[in-house]
């Protein structure tokens, strides 16, 4: 089974407004990572969260992760059409170097 | 660097044969991974390794699925004999266990193989 499930399956929104996008994961873990995935293309990495943070930033993102839940989000800020993409929360719980990816969350910003 | 390079970007091909996918990983890069994507499964990890040595293959479907490392710069994922149902996206992705993100493997991704078998 996935180590990550995000919710929810698909996010439309107006350029300009915030993208909250969540994760939640079945076993603990040691880092939860967050990527991005444009249509056709492979996947870009871009933020990590450690098991003892519980926000991180980089520029217009946010995560944060509540181990106590087994989830976390991830805040877009002040989206922009290029932020159109779907978007995934991965794990590595199981084993150290194995990484499990969610479903996935399928954002669509309109200008 | 040119990234992880993956090859061929598209496949099309008749059930029964053979399919050979290629991966390059990034120079230096100690781990490398195979993952299979579909609309109805999403992303799964078929076979990861670590300095060319297979660390985990519970995600190969079944026997027809095998994957080499024969050196650090190379990676072949073979399907033999190809099925309908082995039609997906195929990523190659590569980490450096040791980098700047300590104990934590992010992974840098090819642009993938997209996989028909008629």
Redesign the interface.
Known sequence: S?QGEEDPQALSIQEGENATMNCSYKTSI??L?W?RQNSG?????LI?I?SNEREKHSGRLRVTLDTSKKSSSLLITASRAADTASY?CAG?GT??????????TILTVHP | DAGVIQSPRHEVTEMGQEVTLRCKPISGHDYLFWYRQTMMRGLELLIYFNNNVPIDDSGMPEDRFSAKMPNASFSTLKIQPSEPRDSAVYFCASSFGKGPYLGANVLTFGAGSRLTVL
């Open positions: 996935q040691n880092n990572q990527y293309r492979g996947l870009v990495h990590l450690r995934f590595d084993s150290y170097g194995k990484l499990t990816f969610g479903q996935g």
